[in-house]
Each structure stands twice: as C-alpha cells, then as structure tokens.
Nanobody, 119 residues
Framework: QVQLVESGGGLVQPGGSLRLSCAASGSILSIGGMGWYRHAPGKQRELVASISPGSTPTYADSVKGRFTISRDNAKSTVYLQMNNLKPEDTAVYYC?????????????WGQGTQVTVSS
C-alpha cells in the first residue's frame, strides 16, 4: 500500500503562485512516475503534469511555462510549483502514482487539495 498526502492548496488571486506538495509513505519502494491531476466542476479530470522516476517532466499545454513539477526522492515527495495562476486553474488537485505488485499495476491517489484562483 502507498499513501499519498497532498498539501499547499488555497485561495489565491489571479497572477499569484502556490506550491503543492505530495508526500508518499508506506510501501514506496519501486514507485514509478508521479503525476498531478485536477478536476474542476463540470469538466473531466485532466493530467496537469507528470514526472518520471528519473525526473523527466511532462506538462499539459494549458500549464506549460507556468507550472513546474519536481520530485525529491529522498523525501518521497513531489511538488507542483504553480505561477501566474488563472481562474481556469481552479480545481481540486490530486496526486497519483502507480506501483507494480505481484504482476498487477495499482494506482494510488491522494485525497486532493482545493486550489481556487479568484479576485
């Protein structure tokens, strides 16, 4: 089992910044890539950014140049630095990882953290 706990969400004005953190605990050996997803009311959940075990990042087009994903393997933590936030970034942000166990790939999700961008 892997537990993921997000933190860092909140209310911010347009143009502001937030940094989300996702701390992994439990059976974290051999955790693979980690990703941040978001789910806004009335919209489908979307992948915002992901990072490989070797720290290669990928981003959704909507956040390129504004968001930065990083990971600290020693702390088993992944971060999402969000700059120049826009109202359309408002959503619940979830951290996700996957792990092979007994030949089966399991997905693990955090509980989510609310990000609200509003003046």
């Amino acid at each position: 089992q892997v537990q993921l706990v997000e933190s860092g969400g909140g209310l911010v004005q347009p143009g502001g910044s937030l940094r989300l953190s996702c701390a992994a605990s439990g059976s974290i050996l051999s955790i693979g890539g980690m990703g941040w997803y978001r789910h806004a009311p009335g919209k489908q959940r979307e992948l915002v950014a992901s990072i490989s075990p070797g720290s290669t990042p990928t981003y959704a087009d909507s956040v390129k140049g504004r968001f930065t994903i990083s990971r600290d393997n020693a702390k088993s933590t992944v971060y999402l630095q969000m700059n120049n936030l826009k109202p359309e970034d408002t959503a619940v942000y979830y951290c996700k990882t996957s792990k092979w166990t007994g030949g089966v790939l399991y997905d693990y999700w955090g509980q989510g953290t609310q990000v609200t961008v509003s003046s």
